[in-house]
């Protein structure tokens, strides 16, 4: 999304407040300019992706003052976005039905699968990525119709608000309000949610803020390359940095724009920070040895290991953020994983 680079200046610390300069003098590797060849350890198909490239066009970031340059740049790759979930979505050719659901400000797209029974009660809630700026409306929906059709559920995608009209914490405000929403016609044991990338740091985000309040906390999670620590401590983040074809780039501007200037560290918006002990769901977590997040991933599945929380993490060879766009046997392979997880832990409620 950016051609700005992290690898041209030191992370932030954990210390210093997102955007103030340091003099970081830690030692360090210099790394001469190689060549990644596209691996023969991947399917054709997910060799073919890598052959590639970037599938959307990189662009820069607006200044955090320019709120005309950011909407358009939601827009702009929405509109990316659209074309290639609508691709997917036509070669599915699936049968859902679709409601939307007004709640106090923002919508959910309520998506059923066709022929599901009606004493089916199994409902994923499904909170989309986009760096915090972009996948709402037709990409929400339709995102949210994949996730239908490949957990067989009825899915709950919530349209939250987004930068740079709304900022933290208004886009955990309305997951937090779809949550309970959900939780009025549910039982906790019946719903799993879901996220991935900025999604996936919502949702973890989430569960805490829920788990504060004392709201009874789902049958499992979802974490598809999450983002969990916004400080820009992984190492993954300057390892993977030009070799993630999906997540070309450095997240902090989008990370400066959606925090607002709250501490980096606080749970809300770093969940890797948060008290895992004091209660958390099952979770399974996802990722890539390409992926610019495989850091974030990795790091919350030793934090809730620690915390004693039930977590599998599944790393596949050469994915990028994103896995390889859908289509290839490794995809299909990180849907049954999640699939077998979450009909686990849906199976588990039922018999409670």
């Not at 390409?290 to 599944?314: C, F, P």
Request: a negative charge; proline letters at 8%.
């Amino acid at each position: 999304m950016t051609d700005h680079s992290m690898a041209d200046a030191p992370a932030p610390r954990p210390d210093v407040p997102c955007g103030a300069s340091t003099n970081d003098a830690r030692p360090g590797l210099h790394l001469p300019a190689r060549h990644i060849p596209v691996p023969t350890s991947v399917s054709e198909e997910a060799q073919a992706v890598l052959a590639r490239g970037v599938p959307v066009p990189t662009t820069p970031y607006p200044q955090l003052d320019d709120l005309d340059g950011w909407r358009a740049l939601s827009a702009a790759t929405d509109e990316a976005v659209r074309g290639m979930v609508g691709d997917t979505l036509a070669r599915l050719d699936a049968e859902v039905e679709v409601k939307q659901l007004d709640l106090d400000g923002f919508p959910v797209h309520v998506i059923t699968p066709a022929g599901l029974p009606p004493d089916d009660r199994r409902v994923y809630l499904e909170i989309h990525g986009g760096a915090w700026i972009s996948g709402k409306g037709e990409v929400c929906r339709a995102r949210g119709i994949l996730t239908s059709v490949s957990t067989g559920a009825r899915v709950w995608a919530v349209d939250y608000r987004m930068p740079p009209d709304h900022r933290y914490p208004v886009a955990l405000d309305d997951c937090l309000a779809a949550y309970r929403a959900l939780l009025g016609e549910h039982r906790p044991e019946e719903i799993v949610v879901g996220g991935s990338s900025a999604g996936g740091n919502l949702a973890a985000a989430l569960l805490l803020r829920a788990r504060d309040e004392g709201l009874p906390l789902p049958a499992a999670l979802v974490l598809s390359t999450p983002a969990t620590d916004l400080t820009g401590a992984g190492d993954s983040l300057r390892t993977n940095l030009g070799l993630d074809s999906v997540l070309s780039a450095d997240l902090m501007p989008a990370i400066r724009l959606y925090a607002a200037g709250h501490d980096l560290r606080d749970p809300g918006l770093s969940p890797l920070f948060g008290d895992l002990a004091r209660g958390f769901p099952p979770t399974i977590l996802t990722t890539g040895t390409r992926d610019l997040l495989l850091s974030d991933t990795v790091r919350m599945h030793r934090a809730l290991r620690a915390a004693g929380i039930e977590a599998e993490l599944h790393v596949f060879e050469a994915a990028g953020h994103g896995m390889f766009l859908g289509g290839t046997p490794e995809d299909r392979d990180k849907a049954r994983e999640i699939r077998r997880f979450i009909d686990e832990h849906w199976a588990r409620g039922r018999r409670r």
